[in-house]
């Protein structure tokens, strides 16, 4: 019997663990991932490891190595092109954290904790020609607690979502349709929210949550003035230090 043929686009932990996933069931993995550096858990290191074929060039359909019956995307950061969906007749799936249509795009965990929801969650759904906009597999919500900062709210999301990864696979193999987007949602550009500054005018809610949104090191933290603010107790110290001049 020949082997599912699969390929997973991937990158960070996540993309460890969906590799280690498909190969639980047998499949015949090739992966596209990217290089990292040394705070990202390697899909590279883990490929060499367990001898698994791969490759850091974007994937298009002149550099396939097969045909193959699904494509996986887990946290890959390449936009996939029209010619290699139509390659597996839109046989191709992402994992978005959020839950589509809202926060469509980059840094979603980061600005649903800025705008205040109260659930984030993630998105399982076909990719076609236009970003994020392709029919729901599979969603569930994540409740954004207070003491969440971008780190921990962002690694729950994806522990939450890798439990129903091969669950995934199941449904895009057996052609499930899945759910269209009832409506457009908002789509957020790459790039830090507000250049990571925070804004005296905004209220305290939104300051605090915007210093949380922001804390997933070693990326930058939020800053106020040329100074770096890791969490509101500094901002607050710096408030009432300007105050007292």
Same mark, same amino acid.
């Given at each position: 019997?020949?082997? !599912? ?6 990158? *960070? ?14 499949? &015949?993995?090739? @992966?596209? !991932?990217?290089? *990292? ?5 390697? @899909? ?8 698994? *074929?791969?490759?850091? &060039?974007?994937?298009?359909? %002149? ?9 996986? %995307? ?33 840094? =979603?965990?980061? +600005? ?10 993630? %998105? ?8 994020? !906009? ?5 969603? *569930?919500?994540?409740? @954004?607690?207070? +003491? ?23 449904? @895009? ?26 804004? =005296? ?5 939104? /300051?605090?949550?915007? /210093? ?18 890791? !969490? ?5 110290? /710096? /408030?009432?230090?300007? %105050?007292?001049?």
């Amino acid at each position: 019997m020949n082997k !599912t043929k699969v390929i997973l686009c991937a990158y *960070n932990w996540a993309g460890c663990k969906a590799l280690s996933d498909l190969l639980g069931k047998g499949y &015949d993995v090739f @992966v596209y !991932t990217h290089k *990292n550096p040394s705070y990202i858990n390697s @899909v590279i290191d883990l490929c060499e490891k367990l001898k698994v *074929n791969y490759t850091t &060039d974007r994937i298009n359909v %002149s550099n396939l190595p097969y045909k193959p019956d699904l494509i996986c %995307s887990i946290f890959y950061r390449y936009i996939i092109g029209e010619n290699v969906i139509d390659l597996v007749n839109g046989k191709i799936f992402n994992l978005h954290p959020s839950l589509l249509p809202d926060y469509k795009g980059c840094s =979603s965990i980061t +600005w649903a904790m800025i705008n205040g929801e109260k659930n984030i969650g993630y %998105s399982f759904h076909y990719i076609n020609k236009d970003i994020d !906009t392709g029919n729901v597999l599979l969603q *569930n919500k994540v409740k @954004v607690e207070d +003491w969440d900062t971008q780190v921990t709210l962002y690694h729950r999301v994806m522990f939450e979502a890798s439990k129903y990864f091969l669950d995934v696979v199941d449904l @895009v193999l057996e052609d499930a349709l899945g759910n269209p987007q009832e409506n457009s949602g908002e789509y957020y550009k790459r790039g830090c929210p507000f250049d990571g500054e925070i804004n =005296s005018n905004w209220n305290e809610n939104k /300051i605090e949550r915007f /210093i949380r949104a922001m804390n997933y090191p070693p990326l930058p933290y939020a800053k106020y003035n040329g100074e770096t603010i890791y !969490t509101n107790y500094d901002y607050k110290k /710096i /408030i009432g230090r300007k %105050s007292k001049k």
